[in-house]
């Protein structure tokens, strides 16, 4: 599947932005999806993720209440609705797909395909 992540931008502390990852290729219900980042000098980190179905919702603390992951299985989209960002938020955020009948985890080696990368700049 190939992955399309969009929505980045630069953005003051407290406000928001909505990331987007368009999937294309294979069937989108095949997949669990998930949000991760990667900072300057910073290992990449699991932020969110969606079970295939759209019924589970999981996230890293360091986000829970202020991010909101949703999918769209019409679409083929899973998006990331990001409020009340601090500078620490700042990174290239990447989605990707972990195949269904894998254990669904936030490790990113344990997902198959990774989008490119969308940069989110968050100034104070």
């Known amino acids: 599947v190939q992955l399309q992540a969009s929505g980045g931008g630069l953005v003051q502390a407290g406000g928001s932005l909505r990331l987007s990852c368009a999937a294309s290729?294979?069937?989108?219900?095949?997949?669990?999806m998930g949000w991760f980042r990667q900072a300057p000098g910073k290992e990449r980190e699991f932020v969110a993720r969606?079970?295939?179905?759209?019924?589970?919702?999981y996230y890293a603390d360091s986000v829970k209440g202020r991010f909101t992951i949703s999918r769209d299985n019409a679409k083929n989209t899973v998006d990331l609705q990001m409020n009340s960002l601090k500078p620490e938020d700042t990174a290239v955020y990447y989605c990707?797909?972990?195949?269904?009948?894998?254990?669904?985890?936030?490790?990113?080696?344990?997902?198959?395909?990774w989008g490119q990368g969308t940069l989110v700049t968050v100034s104070s």
């Open positions: 969606i079970l295939w179905s759209g019924e589970s919702t």
């Open positions: 290729g294979r069937t989108f219900t095949l997949y669990h």
């Open positions: 990707a797909a972990q195949f269904k009948l894998r254990v669904f985890t936030a490790t990113p080696d344990e997902y198959n395909y």
